[in-house]
């Protein structure tokens, strides 16, 4: 550790190097892990007046986490019916996304690495699927409900040319919302497929060929060994942004589908429920958690490849 400090210092100088290690301080310990404390700490106490906070009432309890299990007292059913199938549905639709957004990235992520030849055709093509991402998330958001309204430019096109008769519904049947998702989180995929397939020596490839191996057994015996850290990272983050996604399903969600995290949003603002709120947030959290270190486990990743 002394040695990576007297480098780090000597290459970037007194000035930059407390600037830069000061920074990253400053964004770790006061806006990440501060406010979760706090989140965390605030989940195990009761919902209280302002002016009972401190006196005897205020006081541990895991009746928060309690109730997402059990829900309320006189919940005759026994479990919280209703949070839990909420709950199982963000997570499903979740890894349904992730898997959607592999299948679409890995093809295009093989073909950028090792089909297009010349530096430039790779420079504009990833150019011009970085540039939507340009705008605020909530603007594309709304763009796909303008484009997949029942009165907007497909079901308006669809129409024209005769395949469908009247608008059908993509924001209530949650087409909309599967696919908001899938491109708001696409590029999270892309880029550490890309990375990783990049990496890979072409020599490999052509010398699986020269044995007699169909495209398909390259890619299962070759590519995809050597691309399984990239492919689980990009499986990572796209399902952690999906499940803790609030604007995308706010926006394109249709009303039989409620995602998790609404139901956080209302126990912080409608509820204004803070200590259910955080116990509610925390639950999605450490399951995220417990589950990617699970399948981590099972496709036999370090998280120290994922990192890189």
């Given at each position: 550790?002394?040695?990576?400090?007297?480098?780090?210092?000597?290459?970037?100088?007194?000035?930059?190097?407390?600037?830069m290690v000061g920074g990253?301080?400053?964004?770790?310990?006061?806006?990440?892990?501060?406010?979760?404390?706090?989140?965390?700490?605030?989940?195990?106490?009761?919902?209280?007046?302002?002016?009972?906070?401190?006196?005897?009432?205020?006081?541990?309890?895991?009746?928060?986490?309690?109730?997402?299990?059990?829900?309320?007292?006189?919940?005759?059913?026994?479990?919280?019916?209703?949070?839990?199938?909420?709950?199982?549905?963000?997570?499903?639709?979740?890894?349904?996304?992730?898997?959607?957004?592999?299948?679409?990235?890995?093809?295009?992520?093989?073909?950028?690495?090792?089909?297009?030849?010349?530096?430039?055709?790779?420079?504009?093509?990833?150019?011009?699927?970085?540039?939507?991402?340009?705008?605020?998330?909530?603007?594309?958001?709304?763009?796909?409900?303008?484009?997949?309204?029942?009165?907007?430019?497909?079901?308006?096109?669809?129409?024209?040319?005769?395949?469908?008769?009247?608008?059908?519904?993509?924001?209530?049947?949650?087409?909309?919302?599967?696919?908001?998702?899938?491109?708001?989180?696409?590029?999270?995929?892309?880029?550490?497929?890309?990375?990783?397939?990049?990496?890979?020596?072409?020599?490999?490839?052509?010398?699986?060929?020269?044995?007699?191996?169909?495209?398909?057994?390259?890619?299962?015996?070759?590519?995809?060994?050597?691309?399984?850290?990239?492919?689980?990272?990009?499986c990572v983050v796209v399902?952690?942004?999906?499940?803790?996604?609030?604007?995308?399903?706010?926006?394109?969600?249709?009303?039989?589908?409620?995602?998790?995290?609404?139901?956080?949003?209302?126990?912080?603002?409608?509820?204004?429920?803070?200590?259910?709120?955080?116990?509610?947030?925390?639950?999605?959290?450490?399951?995220?958690?417990?589950?990617?270190?699970?399948?981590?486990?099972?496709?036999?990743?370090?998280?120290?490849?994922?990192?890189?």
């Amino acid at each position: 550790m002394k040695q990576f400090w007297n480098e780090f210092y000597y290459k970037n100088g007194r000035f930059m190097s407390y600037y830069m290690v000061g920074g990253f301080v400053f964004w770790i310990a006061f806006l990440i892990v501060l406010p979760q404390f706090f989140m965390f700490e605030q989940s195990f106490h009761f919902k209280l007046n302002p002016s009972e906070v401190g006196t005897e009432k205020d006081v541990y309890t895991l009746s928060q986490y309690e109730y997402i299990i059990f829900g309320a007292g006189d919940n005759k059913d026994g479990f919280n019916i209703i949070d839990l199938k909420v709950f199982q549905n963000t997570i499903i639709y979740s890894i349904f996304i992730t898997i959607m957004d592999l299948c679409i990235c890995y093809p295009i992520a093989y073909i950028v690495a090792h089909v297009l030849k010349g530096g430039a055709k790779i420079r504009m093509i990833m150019a011009l699927l970085i540039i939507p991402y340009w705008l605020n998330e909530i603007l594309r958001a709304a763009s796909f409900r303008i484009i997949l309204a029942d009165e907007g430019i497909l079901n308006n096109f669809l129409i024209k040319l005769g395949i469908l008769s009247e608008p059908y519904s993509f924001i209530y049947e949650n087409y909309a919302l599967f696919a908001g998702m899938g491109y708001a989180y696409i590029l999270m995929m892309l880029f550490p497929i890309y990375n990783a397939i990049e990496t890979l020596d072409k020599n490999q490839i052509e010398a699986a060929r020269d044995l007699g191996s169909p495209w398909w057994r390259v890619h299962w015996r070759v590519i995809i060994p050597h691309t399984k850290p990239g492919i689980v990272s990009g499986c990572v983050v796209v399902f952690m942004l999906t499940a803790s996604s609030l604007a995308l399903p706010i926006i394109l969600g249709g009303p039989k589908l409620l995602w998790y995290t609404q139901l956080i949003y209302q126990w912080f603002s409608d509820g204004n429920n803070w200590p259910r709120g955080s116990a509610y947030a925390f639950f999605l959290v450490i399951f995220c958690i417990v589950f990617v270190y699970i399948m981590l486990k099972i496709f036999r990743v370090k998280i120290a490849e994922v990192a890189k």
